[in-house]
């Protein structure tokens, strides 16, 4: 059985910078969890930043919170921490939570905390992908679970 990498927000662990969780109820993933499909991942806690923490975004290819803090190093360590799960568990496909700055598969915000959404990846997306994972969204489960094949 293939194994999928899931966004732990989007099952429902309170795990995003504000504390709350982004959790989803499709059937394609409902199917996952009742198949022990999924593996979950919250790249930004397995790189060590906490909850709540302060809102972050991608400048090129820093991280910065809305501070200004530098917050690269850590989406780097969760994106590795991420890739290793990839690893362990035989992954090749992951359903990732969309606009996050580690997450985002087609779209993230533009670093100006205005919420303006721009094309591009985060971290972690970008690091599965060069790895030969394929990224989905939440907005694709049907998609997604057409890559998958099975």
Do not use: Y
């Not at 090129?60 to 190093?73: H, I, L, P, Y």
């Not at 700055?101 to 992908?129: E, H, M, Y």
Request: hydrophobic letters at 45%; proline letters at 4%.
């Amino acid at each position: 059985m293939v194994r999928v990498l899931v966004s732990a927000c989007l099952l429902g662990d309170a795990v995003r910078h504000d504390g709350k969780s982004k959790r989803v109820h499709h059937p394609v993933l409902e199917t996952w969890l009742a198949e022990g499909r999924v593996v979950r991942v919250c790249p930004e806690l397995l790189g060590g930043l906490g909850v709540p923490r302060p809102p972050a975004e991608r400048v090129g290819d820093r991280v910065v919170t809305n501070a200004g803090v530098d917050v690269t190093k850590q989406f780097e360590l969760g994106a590795q921490a991420a890739l290793a799960l990839v690893k362990e568990h035989g992954v090749k496909l992951a359903v990732l939570k969309e606009f996050s700055p580690s997450c985002g598969s087609a779209q993230i915000n533009d670093g100006t905390f205005s919420k303006t959404r721009i094309v591009g990846s985060g971290v972690t997306t970008t690091l599965l992908r060069a790895h030969g994972v394929q990224v989905f969204s939440e907005l694709q489960w049907d998609e997604a679970a057409a890559a998958l094949g099975e």
